[in-house]
Nanobody
Framework: QVQLVESGGGLVQAGGSLRLSCAAS????????MGWFRQAPGKEREFVAA????????YYADSVKGRFTISRDNAKNTVYLQMNSLKPEDTAVYYC????????????????WGQGTQVTVSS
């Protein structure tokens, strides 16, 4: 079992930055692909970024490419999402997710989810 706890959300003005953290329990953190997703009111949960167990492979949604950076520290069992140049359309609840083993091809292949952290970007 893996438990995920996100932190770092808050209210920020457009153009500002936030760094989200996701702390994971368990001894096999480095064997998990980690992902960040977000869900805005009235919308489906969408992919934001993902990172391989070693940190060597990263993927981003087109909407955040060049502005957001996903990283991980396996010694601390933590994955991060650095968000720069934030826009009002980035407002959402941000979720951390984990998948043990192979690279997930869709949202349903993530095994574990955090409770989410709210990010609000004011214009």
């Amino acid at each position: 079992q893996v438990q995920l706890v996100e932190s770092g959300g808050g209210l920020v003005q457009a153009g500002g930055s936030l760094r989200l953290s996701c702390a994971a329990s368990g001894r096999t953190f480095s064997s998990h692909v980690m992902g960040w997703f977000r869900q805005a009111p009235g919308k489906e949960r969408e992919f934001v970024a993902a990172i391989s167990g070693s940190g060597g492979v990263r993927y981003y949604a087109d909407s955040v490419k060049g502005r957001f950076t996903i990283s991980r520290d396996n010694a601390k069992n933590t994955v991060y999402l650095q968000m720069n140049s934030l826009k009002p359309e980035d407002t959402a609840v941000y979720y951390c997710a984990a998948r043990f083993g192979g690279w997930p091809t869709n949202i349903n292949e993530y095994n574990y989810w955090g409770q989410g952290t709210q990010v609000t970007v004011s214009s």
